[in-house]
């Protein structure tokens, strides 16, 4: 019982790895497809590889933070398998209904409420729990104010430029920021499940 509810698990988390690259993993690559700097294909693969590519260049320290959000006492298959299934939940309906959210928070989430539904409220590590909630909010003005700086320097360093000549290094830049964005995405997204299982 206990190893087939394992392979269940196992499966349910891909699952949901596989419904966040959905989710979330178009966003990397939306620009260069627009703008037709690559084919929706060769996006594809462009964005897979540079997912892939995060795993060696990132250390675990996302997987390592998400396994430590409860305590390990609280931790059982039914506990994890909840919270998975709760998670895959959440991103479906918010994807169909169009709603923006985070696949990282609704992990942690789906997790730290089937533990404290399991144990009580005693098992979170709150201050993990708080660190990583409080960038639902922080991300958005650090990527902002980001985003305004490069933006900034960018229309500064360009603006005597002919726009036809810029044409060439602008879709270069794009492919440089989705390969970045992508890396980014598999370096902090495909870890998360990792600390799950």
Known sequence: MDFSLLIIIVVLAFSFDMINGFHDAANSIATVVSTKVLTPFQAVIWAASFNWLAYLVFELHIADTIAKTVDTSAITLMVILSG?????LWNLLTWYLGIPSSSSHTLVGG???AAVAYAGWGVLHTGIILKIAAFIFLAPLIGMLFS???SITL?????RANPFRLEKKLKIGQLFSSALFSLGHGGNDAQKVMGII
């Open 84 to 88: 998975i299934v709760a998670a895959i």
């Open 111 to 113: 997790f730290s409420g």
């Open 148 to 150: 305004y700086l490069i």
């Open 155 to 159: 229309l500064w360093f360009f603006r």
